[in-house]
């Protein structure tokens, strides 16, 4: 294990991005960053380098940008590289003003692209104008374990960002658990396939889960969830055509909404929520809990709604056959 602090004679608020760029390209092992706030951005973790710190005591700080802004701007920014790992890191992208105003301005913490075989881990990632954590392009290569080992995610924290986690064009065969996406205008980004999201919860956005296909999007899973107190929209699909399941999830608050999407099945959960479906593709609405309340459910014909069920027995919205 190696070490980094602060370079003698710089402040806090200099930038160290060479000084911690020149220890993480020593190459594998790993760099512990101790305790302690360090300006940085557009760093490369190589392959088979792990940066680790030392939780809400490590920060890492986007810095001012001066001149033109690039299009997409980074903390930490991985391409091509596999087997590194990131953990026990907090991220702060600085954004200034409330988080319900947050724009776009392409600022992520991390950012991968042609990834694979990598671990994110105890992140917390907040206050970016942008995606909190931006992951794009699995590389399926016959050298990367094509079609398994995308990459995992654990115990990441996402609040007061734009979006706080985006599974961007085929971000695929990525397995995401114990997220805790809150305060970010959308909470969790889905234009991929292959992506499976469990255990974690999707509360307080204003819109909590969007599924929305790019190139070869959805056909992946999201299972054991909270999607609760969102104050627009709790779960939205639009023009996902390849199918999603979405199963044991909790849903207060906000909406679902399923528009010109096929196969999106939202089943065993519990539902305290309006509830709408637009288009002429079959999707599913099946054997959840709903609580009676002053809610707007709106079906298209395609929607099969069946086996959901109230206190009083069998849902009186279900559709015979």
């Known amino acids: 294990m190696r070490h980094f602090q602060r370079p003698s004679g710089l402040s806090e608020a200099d930038d160290v991005t060479a000084a911690l760029q020149a220890e993480l390209d020593r190459g594998p092992g790993i760099v512990h960053l101790v305790a302690g706030r360090y300006v940085c951005a557009e760093l490369r973790v190589p392959s088979n380098v792990t940066l680790a710190g030392e939780g809400a005591a490590t920060v890492l700080l986007l810095p001012e940008l001066s001149g033109t802004r690039p299009a997409t701007w980074a903390i930490i920014r991985q391409d091509e590289a596999t087997g590194f790992e990131l953990r026990d890191?907090?991220?702060?992208?600085?954004?200034?003003?409330?988080?319900?105003?947050?724009?776009?301005?392409?600022?992520?913490?991390?950012?991968?692209?042609?990834?694979?075989?990598?671990?994110?881990?105890?992140?917390?990632?907040?206050?970016?104008?942008?995606?909190?954590?931006?992951?794009?392009?699995?590389?399926?290569?016959?050298?990367a374990a094509p079609?398994?080992?995308?990459?995992a995610l654990d115990r990441i924290v996402a609040h007061d960002n734009f979006i706080g986690v985006r599974f961007d064009i085929r971000a695929e065969y990525l397995n995401a658990t114990r997220l805790d996406c809150h305060h970010n205008v959308t909470g969790c980004v889905?234009?991929?396939?292959?992506?499976?999201?469990?255990?974690?919860?999707?509360?307080t956005n204003t819109d909590g889960v969007l599924i929305e296909d790019k190139e070869?999007?959805?056909h992946g899973s999201i299972s054991n969830c909270l999607i609760n107190h969102n104050f627009r929209l709790a779960l939205a699909a639009r023009n996902a055509g390849n199918s999603m399941t979405i199963d044991n999830c909790c849903f207060f608050y906000g909406a679902i909404e399923i528009i010109d999407s096929a196969g999106i099945g939202v089943t065993s959960g519990l539902i305290n929520c309006h509830i709408r479906t637009r288009g002429p593709r079959?999707?599913?609405?099946?054997g959840n809990y709903i609580i009676p309340?002053?809610?707007?459910?709106?079906?298209?014909?395609?929607t099969r709604v069946e086996g959901n069920y109230t206190d009083a027995g069998a849902w009186e919205r279900n559709r015979p056959g």
């Open 216 to 218: 070869n999007g959805s």
């Open 190 to 203: 889905v234009h991929t396939g292959n992506v499976k999201l469990c255990n974690s919860n999707f509360c």
């Open 293 to 302: 309340g002053e809610y707007e459910f709106d079906f298209a014909p395609a």
């Open 89 to 143: 890191l907090t991220l702060d992208g600085q954004a200034q003003g409330p988080w319900e105003q947050r724009d776009d301005a392409g600022e992520s913490g991390v950012i991968t692209h042609r990834c694979w075989g990598y671990s994110l881990s105890g992140l917390t990632i907040k206050r970016f104008r942008g995606a909190g954590l931006q992951l794009t392009r699995t590389r399926l290569a016959p050298d």
């Open 282 to 286: 079959a999707n599913r609405i099946a």
């Open 147 to 151: 079609f398994s080992n995308g990459g």
